[in-house]
């Protein structure tokens, strides 16, 4: 009789145990599984409701640094614009004198061609070339005084108007083309004494011949 009620003890005993051990890993109760499940929802809209009062903010930010940098162009347009106004005058000036300088030395250039001219027909020589030298100086030299007369104009009418960088880069290429139609036509008429002086040489060594 004893030992039936030692058996039905341990029995229930053992029966308790089994109640109060965890379950095995994927055996868990559907209310364990239940529980995490709303956790890990709980986490994931915790997650969006900060973004969500992130974006408003950052978005913000944005407008405020685009405002700010079309704030600084219109600044920066603005000074530009008063610099530019402020030297208009003097822009004027030194156009004119540029344009005057240039005029004087293609009178000294023309000078020079006339010269040279008269030397080789005096000479009596015949250079192959000299026709063809002529008619170079001749189409250099007018290229050369029209970018010249176009650096005068710009000078008198010159003006920053609503957009000085537009304006300032008209004044730069005018410049630029008279520079280089001065430079060209310089070296024409150098060509021409070259070739022409060649003949002086060949005269004197037929008279020392």
């Known amino acids: 009789m004893n030992k039936k009620i030692t ?9 308790a145990g089994l109640g109060m051990v965890r379950p095995a890993y994927g055996l868990e109760a559907p209310e364990t599984e239940r529980s995490e499940r709303q956790e890990t929802r709980q986490t994931t809209d915790d997650s969006r409701t900060r973004t969500d009062k992130r974006q408003p903010s950052r978005q913000a ?14 600044n920066r347009a603005a000074a530009k614009l008063r610099a530019c106004t402020n030297r208009e005058t003097e822009i004027k ?23 040279t001219q008269a030397f080789y027909e005096k000479k ?23 970018a010249v007369a176009n650096v005068k104009a710009v ?20 410049l630029k083309a008279k520079r280089s ?19 002086q040489s060949e005269t004197t060594a037929e008279v020392k011949q």
């Open 181 to 199: 139609a001065m430079q060209t036509y310089k070296q024409s008429v150098r060509q021409l004494i070259v070739d022409v002086k060649s003949l």
């Open 93 to 115: 000036k030194s156009l004119a004198h540029v344009a005057e300088r240039a005029t004087n030395h293609i009178a000294v250039f023309s000078k020079i061609t006339e010269r």
């Open 61 to 74: 930010r944005d407008d405020n640094q685009a405002e700010a940098k079309q704030k600084d162009n219109k």
């Open 7 to 15: 058996y039905i003890v341990t029995a229930v005993v053992a029966v």
């Open 124 to 146: 009596g020589k015949v250079l192959d070339s000299y026709d063809a030298l002529v008619a170079d100086v001749a189409a250099k030299k007018t290229a050369a005084e029209a």
């Open 155 to 174: 000078s008198e009418v010159f003006t920053c108007g609503d957009n000085p960088q537009a304006a300032l880069q008209s004044v730069r290429d005018v």
